[in-house]
């Protein structure tokens, strides 16, 4: 081979080499939706999803926010599809060309994490709470991305991946991004298998992910209900302005909002623990408890047995030692 061919076909192969991994960008199927930026406070916006099932208003059910500075723009949380996360991005780019440095996952759970491709094709630096690798290698994590392909179809398809985050956090960690701190906050395992929540100074917002669910009935799954609590209990919103929580409208008085999440978990374990005491069948027990307060909520009748049930069964498991 000739000495020049040999060059050209190293500088080809070096080439080769460097290219990043030709990641295309996936498709992202068009969708129409009403979802305006609210403006909380100097540098913090966000967006509100319904209060519904997983699969109302196109699966917009959940909240997203960015925090917005001359340096970069941090996201907290991706929304239920890559759809609705470029809509969110054309929401954003309203208020700031700056490029999205970073996404902030508060927990992964389907209605946060599926609109995360979108950032990472666009090269954002993907953050999420130790927890996330023990959601992502259930069996639970495939079969609902399988599910939602159907119920979510086009938004959630065949090009809809799960996405591992760059950086885990397992303890409390600051972040600055231009003039904003971002403090994260790992709460460990209390809604999900790992919630964060991020305080924003100096402009003393609040963004809880999960663990507060504001004028709706909370969705507990799987939840640890006795740690969720005890995170409730022992956060400090003395001087937080206003807190963003992963569902309903932003509260511009986060004790209430807190009080509210914690007086459903708090009551709703009561009557279960009641229960599993005098070792009542669930059904019998569900059906003798008084549920009013809870009733007008959102989201009741879709939630509140299911959360029981899972309350009633957690609550077992604690009974028994284990
Ligand atoms: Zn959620």
Redesign the pocket.
């Known amino acids: 081979m000739p000495v020049s061919l040999l060059a050209a076909w190293l500088m080809a192969v070096q080439l080769m080499l460097l290219a990043p991994s030709a990641v295309t960008a996936a498709e992202v199927a068009p969708i129409e939706i009403d979802m305006p930026l609210h403006k909380v406070s100097e540098h913090v916006y966000y967006v509100r999803g319904v209060p519904g099932i997983a699969t109302d208003n196109k699966g917009f059910i ?1 909240n997203a926010a960015a925090i917005v500075t001359d340096d970069g723009i941090a996201v907290v949380d991706a929304l239920g599809s890559p759809s609705l996360a470029k809509r969110f991005i054309e929401e954003i780019r309203r208020v700031s060309d700056a490029p999205i440095k970073t996404v902030i996952v508060t927990h992964y ?1 389907a ?2 994490i599926y609109g995360l491709q979108v950032f990472q094709d666009l090269g954002a630096r993907i953050i999420a709470p130790g927890g996330f690798q023990d959601y992502l290698s259930s069996p639970a994590a495939e079969e609902r991305l399988t599910e939602r392909r159907f119920s979510l179809d086009p938004w959630v398809n065949d090009d809809t991946r799960l996405v591992r985050p760059d950086v885990v956090i397992v303890e409390q960690t600051e972040l600055g991004l231009g003039d904003v701190t971002l403090d994260i906050r790992y709460l460990g395992p209390a809604h999900s298998d790992g919630d964060l929540a991020v305080l924003v100074q100096p402009d003393n917002v609040l963004i809880s992910g ?1 663990i507060i669910f504001e004028g709706r009935v909370p ?1 507990t799954g799987s939840a640890d209900t006795k740690r969720w609590l005890e995170v409730l209990e022992s956060l400090d919103d003395t001087g937080i302005k206003a807190l963003i929580p ?2 309903g409208p932003a509260a511009s008085e986060p004790a209430a909002a807190v009080s509210r999440t914690l007086d459903y978990l708090k009551y709703t374990r009561e009557q279960m623990a009641a229960a599993v005491d005098e070792m009542m069948p669930f059904a019998e027990a569900y059906e003798a408890a008084d549920w009013s307060r809870f009733q007008k909520l959102p989201a009741f009748d879709a939630a509140h047995r299911r959360n029981a049930y899972g309350i009633y069964l957690s609550l077992e498991q604690e009974m028994l030692g284990e």
């Open positions: 959940s759970h209605d946060h999960d969705f992963g569902h």
